[in-house]
Structure formats: C-alpha cells, structure tokens
C-alpha cells in the first residue's frame, strides 16, 4: 500500500532565510510526487510535481523539490522565504499505473518577518 | 482560480439530514475526485469518477454517494449525517485520470459542511 509522510507538523523560519519542508513516500512501484499548498479557507493550488527524469524539480512561486529515490524523499525547497509563503504544504503520492492519490497529514509553514 | 467550481460554499444542517454537493470540473476535464478534509483526518480521498463512470474508492462510507453526469459535473451525496460529517469537502479534476497518465489534479473552493 502506498503512503507518505510529511514529518514535521509546523515549519518556522525567518523571511529571506531558505526553507524545507519534508516528505518521505512509500510505493511499491515508481512513485508520481506532488506538491500541494493551501491558502486559509481556500483549496489546494498545485506547485509540482516529479514524474519522471530531473530529480530536481522547479515549480510556482519559485519552490522546487528533490526526487531522492534511494531515500524515497521529495523535500519541498525554497531558496529565500517570504512572509506570503505562510500557508498548509501537502505532499501526495500516486503510484505509477495506479488511481489512488495519496495525500500526507499536511505542514504548516510560518514565515516570520 | 483553478476551473473548478463548488456549490454551495457553505452548507449548515443537522443531524440524520440528506445534502447534495455539486462541482464542475476544468473545462475539457474527464475526471472527478471528491475529498474530505477534517481537522483529525487530514485530506481523505473519498472516491474518483472517470467520464461518467467510478474509477477508484477511497474511504468513503457507505452514507455517502457520487455521480458523475453526461455533462461531467458530480455531485456529492451525504447522508444520515453526524456531527462528525462536519468537514472541508474538496472537489478536483483532471484530464484524464487513467492509471497511466501524470494528470495534475486542480482543486474547486471546497464546500464547508457543517452539522449541527
């Protein structure tokens, strides 16, 4: 059965200061990742995701995330934070040939001025 | 804005009551998933409709129902409700939604069910 885990419940850290939000994934197949982020009191806007090829992935708003396959991780990173990057991260998984998405517990990201 | 929309925004009821939850998918769009998202439960995949039929179950209890029409919109039926129905209630697209394809799913606005 496939799952992820997104480890960390909240994330601080200071404006201009780079970020990373963690998610490890487990799949018995070759994984399709994603990268969600959640506004208050909106839906889920897509940021990324790796499906196959670079193992570096740039997406919107300037974030990008690492594919490491023998660590079975795909680390949301973003070189210098902003205040308005303050919002719900979630990592999803589906497993390639697969229906279902999978969708991690979520991490708060607080970026203090 | 993603393309997909939901009604109602907002849906107050009570308990062992029956509502209806709608959404329009992305133009073009084959594919509806409905998610609900709690606070105790995170973001649960309830069940996936590919092109009028279902294509993949997720948690979803046996109070609840969906259906994709010809015209793609789904809608979302609950139940018997309980308080602990109480939740964020996501509705997603995509193109395709096959097992073989990388479609990204794109999120409506969520319909905010409450149950008194």
């Known amino acids: 059965a496939q799952s992820v885990a997104q480890p960390e419940d909240q994330v601080n850290v200071a404006e201009g200061n780079p970020l990373t939000v963690k998610c490890t994934y487990s799949?018995?197949?070759?994984?399709?990742l994603f990268w969600y982020v959640q506004y208050p009191n909106r839906g889920l806007q897509f940021l990324l995701k790796?499906?196959?090829?670079?193992?570096l992935v740039k997406g919107s708003y300037g974030f990008e995330a690492e594919f490491n396959k023998s660590q079975t991780s795909f680390h949301l990173k973003k070189p210098s934070a902003l205040v308005s990057d303050s919002a719900l991260y979630f990592c999803?998984?589906?497993?390639?040939?697969?229906?279902?998405?999978?969708f991690g517990a979520g991490t708060r990201l607080f970026v203090k001025a | 804005d993603s393309g997909v929309t939901q009604t109602p925004k907002h849906l107050i009821t009570a308990t062992g009551q029956r509502v209806t939850l709608r959404c329009s998918p992305r133009s073009g769009d084959l594919s509806v998933y409905w998610y609900q998202q709690s606070l105790d439960q995170g973001l649960q995949f309830l069940i996936q409709?590919?092109?009028?039929?279902?294509?993949a179950k997720g948690n979803i209890l046996e109070r609840f129902s969906a259906q994709q029409f010809p015209d793609l919109h789904s809608e979302l039926n609950l139940s018997s409700l309980e308080l602990g129905d109480s939740a964020l209630y996501f509705c997603?697209?995509?193109?395709?939604?096959?097992?073989?394809?990388?479609?990204?799913?794109?999120f409506g606005p969520g319909t905010r069910l409450t149950v008194l």
């Open positions: 409709y590919y092109n009028g039929e279902e294509r």
């Open positions: 790796y499906i196959t090829g670079d193992n």
């Open positions: 999803a998984v589906r497993e390639a040939g697969g229906f279902k998405t999978i």
């Open positions: 799949v018995s197949g070759n994984p399709y």
């Open positions: 997603a697209s995509s193109a395709r939604g096959l097992g073989t394809d990388t479609d990204t799913q794109y």
